[in-house]
């Protein structure tokens, strides 16, 4: 045809050697019948077994263990060959669905087994049943074995409700350093040994760094940002977040103090609705939440003190159906610090605990003026911020 001519002219015109159409078709001087036959005698062209080979050759499920451990950030953590299997199997029939298949159309292909299809088909229950239960069984009886006396009747007590299954809300109070965030970790090990789901969140993006796992509320529960007592999350009943919310055994939150209560009633609303149990709190499922009330409570803009007040979790219609516990002991005086270093410790945590209790200064109509101790400040410094930023650095 044309195109075909005029590819063989420019081939005679730039090609050196060949002068004729039938010197294009020979090759180590055999005329081969066709153009096509020369090509593929000279390695130019090969068929579709080239791509079916190296198909063979490359093992779709070798970066499923790479990507767990990227997500965990564990180097160690390791996955059961019927997990691999799944996910992978998952990834073929998510890329199916794409083009207009699915795994089903096609008899030969294995299929998912253990978790269901509908499991593994929603990436954010998937995500959360990734994680290795067998090196998590053995971090839970180290974590298990390290509770104080006191920190071991929190753990039971909440363990005892996800064991039974019939919901429970619990507030676990403590001031920094009695082990919250240690108990966060012992109860979530707990729940993924058990190849079953925790979400951690927190108010502040910076304290769910410190949870294993952990997500702001506003973003893991879709918590609107303009908040009234009428609001709702935005969670569609049967969406891909409410069937992760239906398989959650644990709901833990940290620093709670800090967010308005309408955020818990939002939540609260919510999981009612798509969970369909209107008659328990946060439709059934154990929700733990933590923090301190010394420390940041809801900002409430020109607000009064009342206003606060009344804007906090206890304030809540929720906060008759919580159970109070709480966390007496500073674990940080337990650490291996010398004792100079223990004593600085312990003062400055009996300072805060005052502070936050209202024992030191002069209180007139819930405002006082507070001396801070001579050694907690920079003097006679040109740039105050950049020497705390640096003393920061150095401690």
Known sequence: ?????????????????????????????????????????????????EYIDAIKEELLSDDVLYRHRQRIGREDALLTEDSIKNITLAEIDKALQNNGKCLSDYPS???????SLLDM???????????????????????????????????????????????????????????????????????RSRAEIVLNVASSGIASLLLPGGRTAYSRFRIPIQITEDSTCNIKQNSTLAQLLSKTKLIIW???????????????????????????????????????????????????KQDIVHATINSSYLWSHCHLLSLTKNMRLNSGSSTNNLLE???????????????????????????????????????????????????
Request: proline fraction near 3%; include cysteine.
């Open 1 to 49: 045809n044309n195109g075909e001519d005029s590819y063989l002219r420019t081939l005679l015109n730039f090609q050196k050697g060949c002068t004729s159409y039938e010197d294009l078709r020979t090759v180590n001087g055999v005329l081969f019948p066709t153009y096509k036959d020369a090509c593929y005698s000279l390695g130019l062209l090969d068929d579709d077994n």
């Open 345 to 395: 410790i312990k003062e400055f945590s009996e300072w805060l605990l005052k502070i936050g209790d209202g024992d030191l200064g002069d209180n007139v109509d819930g405002e006082s003026i507070i001396t801070i101790p001579d050694e907690l400040l920079i003097k006679g410094s040109e740039d105050p911020l950049s020497d705390i930023v640096c003393t920061n650095m150095m401690e």
């Open 121 to 191: 088909q929603n990436r954010l229950v998937m995500d959360e049943l990734l994680y290795d239960s067998f090196s998590l069984k053995e971090e839970h009886d180290r974590l298990l074995n390290s509770l104080t006396d006191e920190q071991r009747v929190v753990y039971d007590k909440i363990i005892s409700a996800v064991s039974a299954g019939k919901g429970g809300f619990f507030f676990l109070y403590g001031f920094g350093g009695t082990g919250k965030t240690f108990i966060w970790n012992t109860l979530s090990a707990f729940v």
């Open 109 to 115: 292909m294995s299929s998912i087994m253990g978790e």
């Open 254 to 304: 940290d620093e709670a103090p800090m967010v308005h209560k309408f955020c818990f009633e939002a939540l609260d609303r919510t999981l009612r609705d798509v969970l369909s149990c209107v008659d328990m709190p946060f439709g059934g499922k154990v929700v733990v939440l933590g923090g301190d009330f010394r420390q940041i409570l809801p900002v409430i803009p020109n607000g009064s």
